[in-house]
Nanobody
Framework: QVQLVESGGGLVQIGGSLRLSCAAS????????MEWHRQAPGKQRELVAR???????YYADSVKDRFAISTNRANTAVHLQMSSLKPEDTGVYYC??????????WGQGTQVTVSS
């Protein structure tokens, strides 16, 4: 079992910044990537950013050039630096770690609210 614990969410003004963190309870065997997803009210959960162990990153078009994903060397923590935040960035942010075993570990989520 792996526990993922997110932190760093909160209320921020439009144009502001937040840094989300996710800590894993141990090294994840078979790790494919570390990801951030979000779910806005009334919408499906969507992939926001992904980073693979080799450093390759992916960003959803809606967050490109505003968000930056990073990990520690052991791939037991992943961060999401969010800047120029917009109201449409509001939602619950989850970290996830898909593995080669066909499963993924998920965190419990952290709320991000962008408001004027």
């Amino acid at each position: 079992q792996v526990q993922l614990v997110e932190s760093g969410g909160g209320l921020v003004q439009i144009g502001g910044s937040l840094r989300l963190s996710c800590a894993a309870s141990r090294i994840i065997n078979g790790l494919i990537a570390m990801e951030w997803h979000r779910q806005a009210p009334g919408k499906q959960r969507e992939l926001v950013a992904r980073i693979r162990p080799g450093g390759h990153t992916y960003y959803a078009d809606s967050v490109k050039d505003r968000f930056a994903i990073s990990t520690n060397r052991a791939n037991t923590a992943v961060h999401l630096q969010m800047s120029s935040l917009k109201p449409e960035d509001t939602g619950v942010y989850y970290c996830a770690t898909p593995t080669t075993y066909g499963s993924a570990w998920w965190g419990q989520g952290t709320q991000v609210t962008v408001s004027s």
